[in-house]
Each structure stands twice: as structure tokens, then as C-alpha cells.
């Protein structure tokens, strides 16, 4: 069957066209001729949302079975998500590939930890002679990107600190770069980046450390953020779970709270890219791409630019189509304008995925 997308159709930030089809599975904005059976769908088209930092497979306790990853990709479809980034899971998902009505994956590899440095069961814990090796093993085993666990709570310490020596670290995304991977790393703390920026990171999630310093190098250097400020909003909860045996982390996390949109502002201010991600997955539900959005515009992004930055830019940023002609249609379709109502995000009408209504 054909689609009639009747239009608005978001093809880009400034590009609106007024309608468009889709025709064996792709979307062309030439009207074919001699068609029976078509379907008109009314409504504002956006290219399938992204979530830059999710993690299908992954529950509380480590891996899950294929039903209950099957349940959260669903989530994530269903609340307009067509493609993620999935920042590290220890569960096999390759199956999903080959599911035409569930959302495009582009994998991580499991997350690298140092050893005791991470939440059980989700990482390989490995020591720093190690981690060369681990990283150009998930380099191999992921779709572009290797993923690390860059500061933890040091038990010793009592509070937030590096995981890796910076030189390993340096040698480590060498590595990850000669294998044709870009590196991404766990970073709440302020420390942790410094030492990501001098090797020559890719992307930082959550770096709600971010300092004046750190903010200038990342901008120079062309370094990506994906902050989960909806993680980050469970921070005071952490804080207080840990706050008898480690006061000075749980202050550390409250603080870090407090000036989260004040940190992703200076961000945005500097130029640097930021990318919606809401660290689904763990102890998070799927499905949470349009409440992140609406949190990038506490930190003062334009509704516009909080759109691109889960549209748009996001799939430019991981070399992914959006409503181009000829592309696949992974597609969502609203009853209003998102550009106006952001809230509107986390209700989609019709969900289209290569080609395919599937929600």
C-alpha cells in the first residue's frame, strides 16, 4: 500500500515540504501516478526520533531475555524513538536487526569498566594494561562506537574519580579510532573530562562536570554531549541512598544537579553539539526521547533547536537518513505542530517504520 502523507512534512529545520509519499517503502515527493491503493495519513511529519543513549537488553540486574529487550525497543517505538544509539548492553540484540518493526540499533559493544568501578553485571571489568585490547574487542563487536565507563565512585576516596590513567586512556581511543570506532564515555564528574579531552574522546554522556576549561576544549575539539538530563534528574535520590557511608559523593551528585541546566546552557552557548539521550534502560523506562526535549529547553535551547538535537541533527550526527527522497520511511506523524508544542512529542499519531505502519 502507499502512503499519502498529506503534510506538514518536517524534512529539515528549514525545510518544510507540503506533502509526500511513500512508495515501496520509501518516501518520494513526487505524486505517483496510477495508484489504487493509497492511504492518506494527516498530520506533521517528523523523521523518526532519535535516543542518542539508550540501552536495549539492559535491566537492573545486567542482561535481560529477548521478550523484555522486544518490550523496550516496543516502548521506544511506540513513543515515536526509530533510532538509537545504544550506549552499552551486555545482552545479544542482533536479532532486532532483522525485526522490520522494531527501531534501527547502532550498538556500543558492552560498556569497559574498571574492575569494581561500575554498576554488576553490566560491564567488562578489565584493569588499564587491559583496556587496549578490551576496547578494539567491542570496536569489532559494536556498529561505530565503543563505550567507557570514565569516573565512578571511588570507595577509597569516597567520592567521584577517574577510572583510567590518562595516557592509557589516550592509547586506548587510538585504538578504538584505527578500528574505525568512535569512543563515548560514562562521565558525571568534573575531573574525568580533562583527562577525555586530552585523549581525544569523540563524545561524553551526562558531563554534568563540565567547567569553563573543559567546556572550551570540547568546543575546539568538536566533542558531542549527550547529557540524560532525565538521569540526571534522579540524582538527589542516589545521593541520599549514599549519603551515611559516602557524604562527600552524595554532595558531590547534589551539586552537580543543582547546576544541571546552568552546565548543558554553557554548553549550547560554547558550540558545542548536544544530542537528546535519556539513559534508557538499567533502572530507567524506554520511551522518554520527548520528555528529554522538553528538558534541553530548561537549559535554554529554542523548541527548534531541542528538536533538532532528537531529529535532525542527531541522525546527521550518526550518518543515518532522515526524509530525504528516496530514503527509507522511518517516519512519525502528529496531530499539531511539534515546533510549537513540544509536548505533542509524546504522542504521535502514526508511527511508519521502513515503510511500514507499525503504531
Known amino acids: 500500500m502507499t502512503l499519502h502523507l498529506t503534510g506538514p512534512v518536517l524534512v529539515g529545520p528549514h525545510d518544510v515540504r507540503p506533502e509526500a509519499w511513500v512508495l515501496d ?47 523496550q525497543a516496543r516502548a521506544d517505538r511506540d513513543a515515536g524513538t526509530l533510532l538509537i544509539r545504544d550506549a552499552g548492553s551486555p545482552a545479544e540484540t542482533r536479532w532486532i536487526d532483522e ?11 558492552r560498556h ?17 594494561p587491559a583496556l587496549v585490547d578490551q576496547v578494539r574487542q567491542e570496536a569489532r ?90 538521569n540526571i534528574e534522579t540524582f538527589p535520590q542516589i545521593a541520599e541512598r549514599a549519603r551515611a557511608k559516602f557524604p562527600d559523593y552524595a554532595r558531590h551528585m547534589v551539586s552537580l544537579h543543582q547546576r544541571r541546566y546552568e552546565t548543558v546552557a554553557a554548553a549550547r552557548e560554547a558550540g558545542i553539539a548536544v544530542y537528546v539521550g535519556t539513559d534508557a534502560g538499567g533502572s530507567l523506562p524506554h520511551g522518554l526521547a520527548a520528555a528529554e526535549v522538553v528538558h534541553l529547553t530548561r537549559a535554554g535551547f529554542t523548541a527548534h533547536e531541542a528538536l533538532a538535537a532528537a531529529c535532525w541533527d542527531a541522525r546527521a550526527w550518526l550518518g543515518r537518513p532522515g526524509l530525504e527522497e528516496g530514503a527509507e520511511a ?30
Do not use: M
Open 25 to 71: 517503502g520509501r518516501i518520494t515527493y513526487t505524486a505517483p501516478a496510477g495508484l489504487q491503493d493509497v492511504a492518506t495519513v494527516d498530520g506533521w511529519v517528523l523523521p523518526g526520533l532519535v535516543d542518542a543513549h539508550c540501552h536495549v537488553g539492559l535491566g537492573p540486574n545486567g542482561a535481560v531475555d529477548a521478550a523484555a529487550s522486544e518490550d
Open 99 to 109: 525485526r522490520a518493526d522494531l527501531p534501527r540499533i547502532i550498538r556500543a559493544g
Open 112 to 128: 569497559i569498566a574498571r574492575t569494581r568501578r561500575y554498576l554488576r553485571n553490566y560491564a567488562w571489568e578489565v584493569e588499564p
Open 141 to 230: 563487536a559494536g556498529d561505530g562506537w565503543v563505550k567507557l565507563v570514565g569516573d565512578w565512585i571511588d570507595r577509597d576516596t569516597g567520592d567521584l574519580a577517574p577510572c583510567w590513567p590518562r595516557d592509557v586512556l589516550a592509547d586506548a581511543i587510538a585504538a578504538a579510532h584505527e578500528e574505525g570506532a568512535r569512543v563515548t564515555a560514562h562521565c558525571f564528574g568534573e575531573e574525568s573530562l580533562y583527562d577525555f579531552a586530552a585523549a581525544g574522546t569523540d563524545c561524553i554522556e551526562h558531563a554534568c562536570g563540565l567547567q569553563d576549561a573543559t567546556i572550551a576544549s570540547f568546543a575546539a575539539q568538536g566533542i558531542a554531549i549527550v547529557p540524560t538530563l532525565v
Open 330 to 359: 522511518d517516519l512519525v506523524v502528529y496531530p499539531e505542530d511539534p515546533r510549537t508544542d513540544l509536548a505533542v512529542l509524546g504522542h504521535p499519531r502514526v508511527v511508519v517504520l521502513r515503510g511500514r505502519t507499525v503504531a
